[in-house]
Nanobody
Framework: VQLVESGGGLVQPGGSLRLSCVAS????????IGWFRQAPGREREGVAC????????GYVDSVEGRFAISRDYAKNTVYLQMNSLQSEDTGVYYC??????????????????WGQGTQVTVSS
């Protein structure tokens, strides 16, 4: 499955952004979807995931309560709503697709299709 992210940009601390991940040429329904990010000089880290048929969602501790992952089946899109953004949230955000699971994880090895990324910059 080919994935395309959008929605990144420059936002002030405390602001919000909504990232979108759209599938090209396939449906996202049978896939577990994860969002990952990579800050300059740092390794890529898992941010959030949503399992097949929304069986469960998962978040890294640093975004728990601020970010929300969701699916829109009609639009074949997975969203990452990001609120109360902090400078530490700056980075390139990637969505990824993995095999269908009931319980998702934000471990890279669980995903085999990746988008090209979208830049998020949190700065005043």
């Amino acid at each position: 499955v080919q994935l395309v992210e959008s929605g990144g940009g420059l936002v002030q601390p405390g602001g919000s952004l909504r990232l979108s991940c759209v599938a090209s040429g396939d449906t996202l329904v049978p896939y577990t979807i994860g969002w990952f990010r990579q800050a300059p000089g740092r390794e890529r880290e898992g941010v959030a995931c949503i399992a097949t048929f929304e069986a469960n969602t998962g978040y890294v501790d640093s975004v728990e309560g601020r970010f929300a992952i969701s699916r829109d089946y009609a639009k074949n899109t997975v969203y990452l709503q990001m609120n109360s953004l902090q400078s530490e949230d700056t980075g390139v955000y990637y969505c990824a697709a993995g095999g269908g699971t009931r319980y998702c994880s934000i471990v890279e090895s669980q995903y085999n299709s990746w988008g090209q990324g979208t830049q998020v910059t949190v700065s005043s």
